[in-house]
T-cell receptor, first 114, second 113 residues
Framework: GNSVTQMEGPVTLSEEAFLTINCTYT??????LFWYVQYPGEGLQLLLK?????DKGSNKGFEATYRKETTSFHLEKGSVQVSDSAVYFC?????????????FGKGTLLTVNP | NAGVTQTPKFQVLKTGQSMTLQCAQD?????MSWYRQDPGMGLRLIHY???????DQGEVPNGYNVSRSTTEDFPLRLLSAAPSQTSVYFC????????????FGSGTRLTVV
């Protein structure tokens, strides 16, 4: 079955530091890949997505590139802010007609200090 | 546009009690799912539905029932609450033909004592 492995946290950075959160996956075929963000006390929000190999998803300064050869979708941001403190989840769905199941990694807690 | 609405936001139950967590969406999404979130475990799929009248089990279905009589509503029933069901529950929905992933509700924090 599908699985997602992401870097375990917590990750603590100073403001303006560079962020990388690693994510690798196991899936059949060509899954769609997602990063979700959960701010304290809230539900999950879609941060970015990529639906085919070599696609780059981007939003709010965050980027991730769909690397089929390494089955990876690492999240990066060049300069983090205190407001980026949250839990980040990597996730995938199968493509096409079986895209109803979203499989999550365990989440990575990011804390950014001023 | 309200999105995905979950009620209640907080609930305390005694062991053995039953209750229903409500979930409603106003986006005419075909797919709906229930997840539970536990520390260190990420989100795990409890039950899902691909349309009105169609439901199926996810990873952790034991102790939970669902039904989908309308496109809008997807309630989750706890039949006889146990302390192991203490968790945060999220409902989510998406369009069948969308690449944009699921839209999540704000969650229900359930404590079983």
């Amino acid at each position: 079955g599908n699985s997602v492995t992401q870097m375990e946290g917590p990750v603590t950075l100073s403001e303006e530091a560079f962020l990388t959160i690693n994510c690798t996956y196991t899936a059949t075929g060509y899954p769609s890949l997602f990063w979700y963000v959960q701010y304290p006390g809230e539900g999950l929000q879609l941060l970015l997505k990529a639906t085919k190999a070599d696609d780059k998803g981007s939003n709010k300064g965050f980027e991730a590139t769909y690397r089929k050869e390494t089955t990876s979708f690492h999240l990066e941001k060049g300069s983090v802010q205190v407001s980026d403190s949250a839990v980040y989840f990597c996730a995938l769905t199968n493509s096409g007609g079986s895209n109803y199941k979203l499989t999550f990694g365990k989440g990575t807690l990011l804390t950014v200090n001023p | 546009n309200a999105g995905v609405t979950q009620t209640p936001k907080f609930q305390v139950l005694k062991t053995g009690q039953s209750m229903t967590l409500q979930c409603a969406q106003d986006m005419n999404h075909e797919y709906m799912s229930w997840y539970r979130q536990d520390p260190g475990m990420g989100l795990r799929l409890i039950h899902y539905s691909v349309g009105a009248g169609i439901t199926d089990q996810g990873e952790v279905p034991n102790g939970y029932n669902v039904s989908r009589s309308t496109t809008e509503d997807f309630p989750l029933r706890l039949l006889s609450a146990a302390p192991s069901q203490t968790s945060v529950y999220f409902c989510a929905s998406k369009r069948r033909d969308s690449d944009y992933g699921y839209t999540f509700g704000s969650g229900t924090r359930l404590t079983v004592v």
